[in-house]
Every structure is written in C-alpha cells, then in structure tokens.
C-alpha cells in the first residue's frame, strides 16, 4: 500500500516555473516507478511524465518534452515535477501515481489527491 499526497501547485504567470512534490508513505517506495498526470477542466486525465524506480529512466509527453523534469530521491520517499516555461495551457489538476511500469497506464493503481496548477497568460 502506498499513500501519496502532492503539494506545490498554485498561481504562476506564463513564462514562470513551479516544482510540484509528491510524498510517499510506505517503505516500498524504491520499488515502484512513478509518474505525473494532469487532468484541465472538461478534459481527460493525461500522462506528463514518468521515471523508473530508480529515476534513471524518464519519459515525457511531447507537450512538456523540454520544459518539465520528474526526478525522484528515494531516500526521502518523493518524487518531483519541475515545470519551467510554462503556459496557460498547463493550466491543470496534477496528480502523481505509483505504479509497476512506468510506461503503462494500466498499472498506476495508488493516486494522489491532486494539486491545481493555473498558469495566467
């Protein structure tokens, strides 16, 4: 079982940058990839970003490729999401995941509750 709680969203102007964390409780943390999702009003849920289980391997989706980086210190249970450049595009719900693959979707199976990230043009 692993919890997962996100902080770091807010208000942020069009060119600016935040860095979203996301805890992790459990002592299996190591174990799990990890990955960012973000949901925009009146869209699906979509991937941003992903990393192995050790943070050596890392995807991205084309929309964020250049602009965010996921890291992640196991040692203190979190994973991170640094967004630079952003847009009001990025404007959305980001929710981080623990799953098996980082690559599949399907085996995210522990969400977080989300944190809100609205970029003003």
């Known amino acids: 079982q692993v919890q997962l709680v996100e902080s770091g969203g807010g208000l942020v102007q069009a060119g600016g940058s935040l860095r979203l964390s996301c805890a992790a409780s459990g002592r299996t943390f190591s174990t799990y990839a990890m990955g960012w999702f973000r949901q925009a009003p009146g869209k699906e849920r979509e991937f941003v970003a992903a990393t192995n289980w050790s943070g050596g391997v890392t995807h991205y989706a084309d929309s964020v490729k250049g602009r965010f980086t996921i890291s992640r210190d196991n040692a203190e249970n979190t994973v991170y999401l640094q967004m630079n450049s952003l847009k009001p595009e990025d404007t959305a719900v980001y929710y981080c995941?623990?799953?098996?693959?980082?690559?599949?979707?399907?085996?995210?199976?522990?969400w977080g509750q989300g944190t809100q990230v609205t970029v003003s043009s």
């Open positions: 995941a623990a799953g098996r693959d980082y690559l599949r979707l399907a085996s995210y199976n522990y």
